[in-house]
């Protein structure tokens, strides 16, 4: 190994897509040959990553655990919905959110840590890859951890426990007991799924979105034609429904279809008997933000015809 250098070490990743310990026994094996290394890699079914990294991986599960006073939710994306419903898919997605929730959901220190393999979630999810035959991505994660109360958990078109299309959390800061905010905590959790709000309050929208907004408002209205004072109460209207729109506090409870959720919240502290908080949310959906190719089959089978 003296000989074997952490740049080649780096070039030999970066040419196959394998983990960073598979590279560095390669080497060591071939005595840091770089073409003997690749194909050491390769008959070990390590290398199959390089070929697959280009494609989109837009499928795959949101897994959501918590443990009491903490949650994570993590994506792991695969290129199609077949191998999300792989048990052994799911179970290393399972892994990884339990590292995850090691890590209160930090997505860099997740990423590097060690699995149970020896190997960090990085390097596990290269591995895996040539395992599932997919490209696969270790997208995102993120977690919520509460002083004192509980964080809830939903997860939309589950396809297995706690793993799904879509994953929810939410911290419910509070000195009731955690099972009598757990039914509240589920049907919040659901409301988020559904309603998909983008902060819990007004106070948290930043400054500049609510500056935006209400110049473009403001700019709509003008075209009335109306006065400047009447401009600027249509304006105030506009932006009270645009708050019920993007912030928990001020949506409409899917639930019963009728009460807001800050006077949902103020039900259940009611009935729980203590003050209840909305600390946080986390709202991962499936493959967002993922431009995803679209195959024009048509045109693939005409171009396999010659026409």
Not at 126 to 143: K, P, Q, Y
């Amino acid at each position: 190994m003296a000989g074997i250098t952490a740049a080649l070490v780096k070039k030999l990743r970066e040419t196959s897509g394998a983990g960073m310990m598979d590279c560095k026994k390669a080497l060591s094996e071939t005595d840091g040959n770089m073409d003997e290394a690749i194909d050491w890699l390769r008959k070990k079914g390590l290398a199959a990553a390089a070929k697959k990294s280009g494609r989109v991986a837009a499928e795959g599960l949101v897994d959501v655990t918590t443990n009491g006073a903490t949650g994570v939710v993590i994506e792991l994306n695969s290129e199609t919905d077949f191998v999300a419903r792989n048990p052994e898919f799911q179970n290393f997605v399972s892994s990884v959110a339990q590292v995850a929730l090691s890590k209160g959901g930090d997505f860099d220190q997740t990423s590097a840590a060690m699995m149970n393999g020896g190997k960090s979630v990085v390097d596990s999810v290269t591995e895996m890859v040539g395992t599932i035959g997919e490209n696969l991505s270790f997208r995102r994660s993120a977690g919520i951890t509460v002083t004192e109360g509980m964080v809830a958990s939903y997860v939309h078109g589950a396809i297995s426990p706690n793993q799904g299309k879509i994953g929810v959390l939410v911290g419910l800061e509070s000195a009731a007991n955690a099972d009598e905010l757990a039914e509240f905590g589920k049907q919040l959790a659901m409301h988020v799924a559904a309603a998909n709000p983008l902060w819990v309050a007004q106070d948290d929208v930043d400054t500049e979105v609510v500056d935006r907004e209400r110049e473009v408002l403001a700019d709509q209205a003008r075209e009335s034609g109306k006065p400047e004072e009447i401009v600027q109460k249509m304006v105030d209207g506009r932006l009270r429904k645009y708050y019920e729109e993007v912030c928990l506090m001020d949506q409409t409870f899917v639930v019963d279809g009728e009460s807001k959720i800050s006077k949902a919240v103020q039900a259940a502290a009611d009935k729980v008997g203590a003050p209840v908080k909305v600390a946080g949310f986390v709202r991962f959906q499936l493959g967002e933000g993922i431009e995803k190719e679209e195959a024009d089959f048509a045109a693939e089978v005409a171009a396999t015809a010659g026409n």
